[in-house]
């Protein structure tokens, strides 16, 4: 039995950091950029096989796992929801998503595996069981995760979240073209969501008033996904990104990156995720695109994707 699990990674339009303190947040999947999970029934125990990573397959037999490993953890409480203990099989996983980058490679990769493990098992798990799980694997990455990631990826629709409340999707009216650009820096996002904690636990007042600004922002931007006001998303963009900067969890490549996509003529553009390092995100059409993309690549971006959104 050959098989393929996926899971799409994701971009945070508005709103993270805030999140976490129950403030809303936009998340869209990002279809084409995904992890992938290959799996075959013929070997035993069940061996993972990671194509990014170095060092050897992981191999899961019938003792005890590490669960400080986020794919142990996956593993383990996949076959903890499907009833089993143990089982055959070997996962080749693949991610077209850098790891630490701010575009949610960790849930994606759990999202694909907690798939195929239930694909080797002949068994099917809903989405919501799978959110679970990988929320679970995500409080590994990050601590006191809002639960954004998970959701977005496991779902794969466009979201207005809020911790700890229904799902409420968005209907985006018209496409949106995204250049993501790479800062090639490895930033993981409990570093910066404990700074952030820190910085409001020294500056309560400012931290939520800085908060308040970026939730304000999130439903603004809510309503121009919904009614294709591309412009004034841009600019909602670029303020999110100044409120960030005032949370200083974005960093001197960030900001040029920023600088780089506005001067070439992009609607707007931020930091996506936990900051520091990893991607921005900037909001151009399908003209601008090719000069934005190529702008960033002088400016220093270690890569560039083009993809596009709600089509
Ligand atoms: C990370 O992708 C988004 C943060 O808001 C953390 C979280 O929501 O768990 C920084």
Redesign the pocket.
């Known amino acids: 039995m050959n098989s393929v699990a996926s899971a799409p990674g994701?971009a945070?339009l508005f709103?993270?950091?805030a999140?976490?303190y129950g403030l809303p947040?936009i998340a869209v999947p990002l279809s084409g950029i995904r992890a992938y999970a290959y799996c075959s029934a013929n070997e035993s125990p069940l061996t993972l096989v990671t194509e990014d990573l170095p060092g050897p397959p992981l191999v899961y037999g019938s003792g005890a796992m590490d669960i400080s490993d986020p794919m142990a953890l996956v593993v383990k409480l996949t076959l903890q929801h499907l009833g089993a203990s143990a089982m055959a099989g070997r996962v080749s996983l693949r991610s077209d998503l850098p790891i630490a980058s701010?575009l949610?490679s960790g849930a994606a990769v759990s999202a694909a595996l907690g798939r195929a493990i239930a694909l080797l098992r002949g068994a099917c798990i809903a989405n919501s069981d799978l959110n679970s799980i990988v929320y679970e694997v995500?409080k590994l990455h990050?601590g006191?995760?809002?639960?954004?990631?998970n959701t977005v990826v496991v779902h794969e629709i466009p979201l207005f979240y809020r911790k700890d409340q229904a799902m409420d999707q968005i209907e985006i009216a018209d496409p949106l073209w995204l250049v993501l650009a790479d800062t090639g820096i490895a930033a993981p996002?409990r570093a910066?969501?404990a700074d952030v904690r820190a910085l409001a636990n020294q500056a309560p007042a400012r931290t939520a008033a800085l908060f308040d600004r970026i939730g304000a922002i999130a439903h603004e931007a809510r309503c121009c996904l919904e009614r294709g006001a591309t412009a004034r998303l841009g600019e909602l963009m670029s303020a999110n990104h100044r409120l960030l900067r005032a949370l200083h969890v974005s960093s001197i490549e960030l900001d040029r990156l920023v600088e780089a996509a506005l001067d070439a003529g992009a609607y707007g553009a931020k930091l996506s995720?936990?900051?520091r390092g990893g991607h921005i995100i900037t909001l151009v059409d399908e003209l601008s695109a090719g000069k934005v993309a190529q702008n960033l690549l002088e400016a220093g971006a270690k890569r560039v994707m083009t993809t596009t959104v709600g089509e």
């Open positions: 994701k945070i709103g993270e950091h999140v976490v947040a701010g949610g995500e990050h006191t995760p809002s639960g954004i990631d996002t910066a969501v995720g936990g900051g």
